[in-house]
């Protein structure tokens, strides 16, 4: 149900990232979201290694890593969020990369949360000019004890 995402996947994985990035930032603009898609299809999936869950040909999760390092993305279809799609792709992630970081709104508690059930531990916060809201800067090492 894994796989590696292909270049035509793109509108499929523009399409989930905004259904899910709308859902899980109700505290954000829409509109910013929808100003950000450019720099979505244009910038940051093309410089990620992208991993995409697929049952029945439908695209329901992916997750991307950029710099070998970054967990830049992960995303579920809300309807298919807490069906174990989230915890997997951060499991395949996991064991091909011995470090990993990402970013998360502070306000989105439930990946908070999700992101800490999977070893994520908070290291540092940051501010977010463009949305003008709080982010956790979260890190996991493979060698890290639970």
Same mark, same amino acid.
């Given at each position: 149900m894994i796989r590696e995402s292909q270049s035509n996947d793109m509108a499929s994985l523009l399409a989930l990232w905004m259904k899910s990035t709308l859902y899980a930032h109700p505290f954000i603009e829409a509109r910013y979201w929808h100003e950000s898609e450019h720099l979505v299809r244009d910038v940051y999936l093309p410089a990620a290694q992208t991993w995409v869950?697929?049952?029945?040909?439908?695209?329901?999760?992916?997750?991307?890593?950029?710099?070998?390092?970054?967990l830049g993305a992960l995303f579920v279809a %809300?309807?298919? *969020?807490? /069906?174990?799609?989230?915890?997997a792709l951060v499991q395949f992630v996991q064991q091909r990369f011995?470090?990993?970081?990402l970013e998360v709104y502070q306000k989105n508690q439930s990946a908070v949360n999700f992101?800490?059930?999977m070893g994520f531990r908070i290291e540092d916060s940051a501010w977010q000019d463009d949305t003008?809201? %709080?982010?956790? *800067?979260? /890190?996991?090492?493979?060698?890290?004890t639970p």
């Open positions: 869950w697929e049952e029945d040909g439908i695209l329901k999760g992916f997750a991307s890593v950029m710099e070998a390092r970054f %809300p309807e298919a *969020i807490r /069906s174990g799609i989230g915890k011995p470090v990993l970081s992101y800490h059930a003008r809201h %709080p982010t956790w *800067i979260m /890190s996991w090492r493979a060698d890290q």
